[in-house]
């Protein structure tokens, strides 16, 4: 039943029993995530996230069922979401394997900028940890962002009730965080918008953040894509192969280019997430049709 494992320990998929006498697994499905005991930084997160899931409610964050503290037992319980991660979907392979088309791949950009819009504007958060692998999705595809245990709070919510954007551990994920963060410890919300532009060209190109299989060069996607998103022709040769072709070109390109102010060394220079998410929407609304694919077009590059 392990859905997931991480540095906080395992994720399981479970049930609610509708009916606790009978022996057989039924009921609300949900997921629940068990913390190590023994780690001091993994039970502040574990009280973070109580304490932030808690009091929030959106449809693009995930629902917080429960918790429990009991003994060495130190427990979160959530819906469960049947499409996992979209890092899951995004980079797994294999024969039988479909790839997300462009219209899904989408959909999930704007759900979770969604998401990160709200924790932005009413809840005066900054997320810090945002990543393809801390976006779950439902069924239907329809994202939801999940792990709040790195939360930095600038008013009412977080672990940290200061306001200061100076913090003393620099925290998140190598191949997502801002290099300005990375190198002076000084946190700003357009942290979180470097972080979603990331995931922007994870989705354009299908691969990840950070990749020590690729060459050296390679290792980190944003310094090696960069210079390819300007350009319309670059962008189709590095492109995700496994779309096709079936893309609609003009707004690959211009994700593309959002995806690039996302990347803006310097924060004031990035867009909010709510002009993130407006630039989507309006993407979403032209409801131009991915193209099809042109008869023997090579889309190779480095994996």
Same mark, same amino acid.
């Given at each position: ?38 780690? =001091?930084?993994? %039970? ?74 709200? =924790? ?16 779950? =999705? ?13 939360? %930095? ?33 000084? =946190? ?36 090696? @894509? ?11 040769? @590095? ?24 990347? $803006? ?9 709510? $002009? ?17 694919? @042109? ?9």
């Amino acid at each position: 039943m392990v859905l997931g494992e991480g540095g906080f320990g395992n994720v399981y998929k479970g049930w609610l029993e509708d009916n606790p006498s009978s022996n057989n697994a039924s009921g609300t499905v949900i997921a629940v995530k068990r913390l190590n005991s023994e780690s =001091l930084q993994e %039970f502040a997160e574990w009280q973070a996230e109580v304490s932030i899931l808690g009091c929030l409610s959106h449809p693009n964050l995930v629902k917080l069922l429960g918790y429990c503290r009991k003994e060495a037992e130190i427990l979160l319980v959530y819906e469960f979401m049947q499409k996992g991660s979209l890092e899951h979907q995004l980079f797994r392979r294999g024969f039988a394997v479909q790839p997300l088309p462009w219209d899904v791949r989408l959909k999930i950009a704007i759900g979770a900028a969604r998401g990160l819009a709200f =924790l932005h504007t009413s809840e005066k958060v900054i997320y810090r940890d945002f990543k393809a692998s801390n976006i779950l =999705l439902d069924g239907a595809y329809n994202a939801k962002i999940s792990d709040f245990g790195l939360v %930095f709070g600038l008013g009412k919510l977080g672990p940290s009730p200061s306001r200061s954007h100076v913090t003393t551990m620099v925290m998140g994920t190598y191949g997502y965080a801002d290099p300005e963060y990375v190198a002076t410890g000084h =946190l700003y919300v357009k942290s979180d918008v470097y972080a979603f532009g990331v995931v922007l060209v994870e989705m354009l190109t299908g691969l990840r953040a950070f990749d020590r299989r690729r060459s050296i060069e390679q290792h980190n996607l944003t310094d090696w @894509i960069k210079p390819y998103l300007h350009d319309r022709r670059k962008l189709k040769s @590095i492109m995700d192969s496994r779309l096709e072709g079936k893309y609609p070109s003009k707004a690959a390109f211009r994700i593309a280019q959002l995806s690039l102010r996302c990347l $803006e060394t310097k924060p004031k220079q990035r867009p909010s997430m709510k $002009e993130v998410l407006e630039s989507l929407e309006r993407l979403h609304a032209a409801n131009e049709k991915p193209m099809e694919p @042109i008869f023997g077009s090579n889309h190779n590059h480095t994996r």
